[in-house]
């Protein structure tokens, strides 16, 4: 079957394919998800383990859960979820990552299935994962709706989705473009759109028209005194991650 690209954005991918070779240095063009990656992290794991019953004080709390990272780049979350246990998969419409992302974790010790596919590529072979990681992607796809249904299909009966992404409004606008792309040069100008931001009410209409069931979602927010990173129940004016169950 032909690659499916009705959701890839050859523009965006473009731009990621440029910045491969520094996924994992920490002071690079990826700082900014190498500083949010802890709070990520918090969110996924916790998420995971209410859903489907698993005890994160375990060695690997995650075995027995397969589970697709799409959008993985150089695999900043793929390989967290390996070492809790997980069978894990990473897939990028962005050649060039991959590998980088096979020789990081072989340099690790990690098995991750990584693939230069696309996400209805996956569906379209009759994959199917109990867990579907979509962060910060779906602003850098050509059709959020379409990609939302592909990552549903993508999923078993009571499997869980985590996608993240940026509000849409003008405080997002000043943060993420103008802060973090002009003044603070953590990302290249034109790493984001501003246009292609989602509210959160849009993000919950998108998973309930794919078959989903919104169960939470929390906003990721940036200190600036501390230089970190923490969940908020309230404050979804930037960065938020959302979770969901398929019916």
Not at 50 to 73: M, S
Not at 86 to 114: C, F, M, W
Not at 135 to 151: K, L, N, R, S
Request: aromatic share 8%; proline share 5%; net charge negative.
């Amino acid at each position: 079957m032909a690659q499916a690209t009705n959701t890839i954005d050859p523009a965006e991918v473009a731009k990621f394919e440029a910045m491969a070779a520094e996924w994992w240095d920490p002071n690079g063009k990826f700082k900014p998800l190498h500083m949010l990656n802890p709070c990520r992290l918090d969110y996924i794991t916790q998420q995971i383990a209410a859903q489907f019953g698993r005890d994160l004080t375990a060695p690997r709390p995650f075995e027995g859960l397969r589970l697709l990272d799409i959008g993985c780049g150089g695999g900043l979350l793929s390989e967290p979820m390996a070492r809790l246990g997980a069978t894990v998969v990473g897939a990028d419409a962005a050649e060039r990552n991959i590998p980088v992302a096979k020789l990081h974790a072989e340099q690790s010790g990690l098995e991750i299935d990584y693939r230069h596919m696309a996400a209805e590529d996956i569906a379209a072979k009759g994959e199917r994962f109990d867990i579907v990681l979509a962060m910060e992607i779906i602003e850098h796809v050509a059709d959020p709706q379409g990609f939302t249904d592909t990552c549903a299909e993508l999923l078993n009966p009571g499997g869980l989705m985590l996608m993240s992404t940026l509000n849409r409004n003008a405080k997002s606008y000043m943060m993420a473009i103008i802060g973090a792309e002009h003044v603070m040069r953590w990302l290249p100008k034109g790493t984001h759109e501003w246009s292609k931001f989602v509210t959160p009410d849009e993000l919950f209409e998108l998973i309930g028209k794919a078959g989903l069931d919104a169960v939470d979602r929390k906003g990721m927010v940036f200190n600036p005194i501390t230089w970190r990173w923490s969940l908020s129940d309230r404050d979804l004016s930037v960065n938020y991650v959302t979770a969901s169950v398929k019916r």
